[in-house]
């Protein structure tokens, strides 16, 4: 490892890792602030969401309060009072922010603890280029947050660790416990990575006694949050392991999720990114920290292991390997010969994450275009309306994007008008702070959370089904229909067209839902 330099070339050499860190952080911001839409799939259900709970008397007809503490509230409770100060729309927006802001900052923050000024922040501003990536794009801002807050949590543990009990456990504790209600899964990725990082430092020792006081620290730290979340948590005890039958081709997408911008191909990406590192290897110094290693290879192994969906939690292995590549690259200790060496990769290195940022940039931009012809048919539902969404498979362009759409959450916009029910809309009982009602309750499993796939001589049977779901006394019941083609048309037949766009279609359903015009079909 290479050591630290002294003088005047000292100096120099921070002014200019600070310089490219600084400029590495702020382009990683571009693609956020250049829209008030981002095309992130579960962030229209967060916002609205928090809007409703923070009215809830307005939707008393629909939702009632959970009366659980759950963990996963780290968007429900920022956004919440940020939309205190400012529009829903405002807060959420704010709350992107931040969460880019932490985990852009989380990887430096880890490799200074790790490193020191030893080695190049080459790793953590390769980091930035994974900000955007597919659980970004799934829209789960409150893992994304906790993850980041996790990588920040390590590295205040180097800090405090060899300090007093009195002090070093409390702190431990209070990051442990903000992380849980941030998210369980960020929660669970600092607890290994915390268990796994004391073991090495134990290893290195070749001692038991200080290990053990150590891991006495992490163990007290960590108890609040498990107990919780064994004695207080509901859990409906359901396991999906893995999504189809090809288990190892499908582990195997997953690993490249955290280079899926949706902007940039992920190919291009990674062999970008590959060819940058050879590079690298060939012109610097390049190991992993020592303590690290312990809990990457736990974290590989967890992701490998675990399954995709736990009782009401979906998408979890998919989350992981986001988290092990930020690890990893916060841990890489570079160091170089001369200094212009590392301004020349470090420099090259830029460039291509503003060419990134530009790209993410642009097609944030074509969406919010999008979102405003979008934004304009959904208001188009009045006020008390309760809405379901439907997707046309016969479309052109369905399965053409990925398997979760950007707009498949958009008709939940529909519920910042005030007594408006949008059955799509997610009120998870161990994760979010409203549930729905009894009478609603039959709908709301009927919509199974995401939209009604249209498919051909099954329009009829589906309106059926959303007749034997949808309480007596409902209001006028509107339909979203997703990617409209031939079998948008077939639901429009059963009601009034109220707005169409290449999107989506808004249809004031008449019911009965399987009769038009007075008969049968």
């Known amino acids: 490892m290479a050591t630290v330099r002294t003088g005047e070339y000292g100096?120099?050499?921070?002014?200019?890792?600070?310089?490219?860190?600084?400029?590495?952080?702020?382009?990683?911001?571009?693609?956020?602030?250049?829209?008030?839409y981002p095309p992130f799939l579960d962030y229209y259900t967060h916002i609205v969401r928090i809007a409703i709970a923070a009215d809830l008397a307005s939707y008393a007809e629909f939702y009632e309060l959970n009366d659980r503490t759950s963990p996963n509230l780290g968007a429900e409770l920022i956004i919440g009072g940020l939309y205190r100060l400012w529009p829903i729309e405002t807060a959420g927006w704010l709350f992107v922010l931040l969460t880019v802001l932490v985990l852009v900052t989380a990887p430096f923050a880890l490799h200074r603890a790790l490193s020191g000024r030893e080695s190049s922040p080459l790793g953590p501003m390769v980091a930035c280029a994974l900000v955007y990536n597919f659980v970004l794009q799934m829209g789960f801002l409150s893992y994304l947050l906790g993850l980041g807050l996790a990588l920040w949590g390590l590295a205040v543990w180097l800090r405090v660790r060899g300090g007093s009990p009195l002090r070093s456990v409390p702190v431990a504790t209070i990051i442990a416990v903000v992380i849980y209600f941030t998210?369980?899964?960020?929660?669970?990725?600092?607890?290994?990575?915390?268990?796994?990082?004391?073991?090495?430092?134990?290893?290195?020792?070749?001692?038991l006694r200080r290990p053990l006081a150590d891991f006495l620290r992490v163990i007290v730290a960590l108890v609040p949050p498990v107990l919780w979340q064994l004695f207080f948590i509901h859990q409906s005890g359901q396991v999906v392991v893995w999504r189809n039958e090809q288990l190892l081709l499908h582990k195997a997408r997953q690993v490249f999720n955290f280079i899926d911008s949706g902007a940039v191909s992920p190919g291009i990406v990674l062999l970008g990114l590959g060819l940058y590192l050879v590079l690298v290897l060939l012109l610097a110094r390049v190991t992993i920290h020592r303590w690290t290693i312990p809990a990457l290879g736990l974290a590989s192994a967890v992701f490998i292991a675990a399954p995709e969906s736990i009782g009401e939690g979906y998408y979890l292995s998919p989350r992981l390997p986001l988290a092990i590549a930020l690890l990893g690259l916060a841990s890489l200790v570079v160091s170089f010969v001369s200094i212009r060496r590392e301004a020349a990769l470090l420099g090259v290195l830029l460039a291509l994450l503003g060419w990134q940022a530009s790209e993410t940039a642009r097609d944030f931009l074509r969406f919010e275009e999008r979102m405003q012809a979008v934004v304009r048919d959904i208001g188009r539902v009045p006020a008390g309306s309760v809405v379901v969404v439907m997707v046309d498979t016969s479309a052109r362009q369905y399965g053409a994007a990925p398997v979760q759409t950007r707009l498949w959450h958009v008709a939940s916009l529909a519920s910042l008008r005030p007594g408006t029910f949008v059955a799509t809309l997610p009120a998870v009982e161990s994760q979010h702070s409203i549930v729905v009602r009894p009478d609603y309750r039959p709908l709301y499993i009927w919509q199974r959370k995401v939209p009604r796939r249209l498919v051909a001589n099954e329009v009829d049977s589906l309106l059926s089904d959303l007749e034997v779901a949808a309480p007596h006394r409902l209001r006028e019941v509107y339909a979203v229909v997703l990617t409209p083609a031939g079998l948008a048309e077939e639901v429009a037949m059963r009601g009034e067209l109220v707005s169409r766009s290449d999107d989506l279609w808004v249809i004031r359903l008449r019911r009965p839902f399987a009769w038009a015009d007075g008969a049968a079909l």
């Open 11 to 36: 100096q120099k050499l921070r002014l200019l890792r600070s310089a490219f860190s600084l400029l590495a952080v702020l382009v990683a911001f571009v693609p956020v602030l250049a829209v008030r």
């Open 183 to 207: 998210h369980l899964v960020a929660f669970a990725v600092f607890a290994l990575a915390l268990v796994a990082l004391e073991a090495a430092v134990a290893w290195e020792q070749r001692s």
